[in-house]
C-alpha cells in the first residue's frame, strides 16, 4: 500500500516547460497515459489508468495548478559590451561613457510569460485516491523541472514513512519528527469548546 498523507508544494515554472515535459514522460507503471484540460486560468493533469477494470466513472488522481502570466525581462549585457566598444569608450577608467546614460535608463526588452503554479496542500495540488501515489510521483518530477518553489510530502510505503523534499529543483535531505499527541496527557485541563460561553 502507497499513500501520501501530507504534501505542500509552492512550484512554479513555464506552462510551456510543463507541457514539454509531457511531450515525453517516463510515468509510473499502473499510468498509461495523462489527460491535460486547460479551464480559464486552471490546469489539471489527470491520470489514465492502465488497468481496464477501473470505470470510465472512477476518477482518476489529478494535478491542479493555476496560470498566471509573469512579466520576464531579457538580459542584454552582451549588446551594452558592444554598444561600449563600438563608441570607442572603455569600460574601465574614470572618464565619461558617452551614449551609455540613455541606454541604462531605458526598460529592457520583456514578455508576458505563461506559468503554472502548483501551489498549496494536497487536497488543493493533488486531488483523488486513485493512482495518487503515481502521479505524485509524476509531480516530483515535474518539481525536479521547476526553477523556483519547493515541495515536501510525506509518504508511506508498506507501512514504511518516508519524507521527500525538493527544492527549486534538486532533492534535499529530509526528515519525520514523531511527537505523541497532547491532548492524551491533557484530560479535564483544556477548554471545553462545547460549552464555552465565548463562542457562539
Not at 502507497?2 to 515535459?21: A, G, I, N
Not at 517516463?26 to 499510468?31: G, S, T
Not at 508511506?156 to 505523541?180: F, K, M, Q, T, Y
Amino acid at each position: 500500500m502507497r499513500c501520501v498523507y501530507r504534501l505542500h508544494s509552492t512550484l512554479e515554472l513555464p506552462l510551456e516547460d510543463v507541457y514539454d515535459f509531457f511531450d515525453d514522460p517516463a510515468l509510473p507503471a499502473d499510468v498509461e497515459d495523462v489527460e491535460i484540460t486547460r479551464r480559464n486560468n486552471t490546469l489539471i493533469i489527470s491520470a489514465v489508468s492502465t488497468d481496464d477494470e477501473i470505470s470510465k466513472y472512477t476518477p482518476t488522481a489529478q494535478l491542479k495548478a493555476s496560470v498566471t502570466e509573469n512579466r520576464v525581462y531579457e538580459e542584454i549585457e552582451e549588446e551594452e559590451d558592444e554598444d561600449d566598444r563600438s563608441l570607442g569608450t572603455p569600460n574601465t577608467g574614470g572618464g565619461p561613457q558617452w551614449g551609455t546614460l540613455e541606454e541604462e535608463e531605458e526598460e529592457p526588452p520583456s514578455e508576458l510569460v505563461e506559468y503554472a503554479c502548483f501551489k498549496g496542500d494536497r487536497e488543493t495540488v493533488l486531488q483523488n485516491s486513485t493512482l495518487q501515489y503515481e502521479m505524485f510521483e509524476v509531480l516530483c518530477n515535474i518539481a525536479r523541472i521547476a526553477e523556483k518553489g519547493t515541495l515536501t510530502a510525506i509518504t508511506a510505503i508498506g507501512g514504511d514513512l518516508d519524507a521527500v523534499r525538493i527544492v527549486d529543483g534538486e532533492d534535499r535531505p529530509a526528515s519525520i519528527n514523531v511527537v505523541e499527541d497532547p491532548r492524551e496527557d491533557e484530560e479535564g485541563g483544556g477548554v471545553d469548546w462545547r460549552d464555552n460561553e465565548f463562542i457562539s
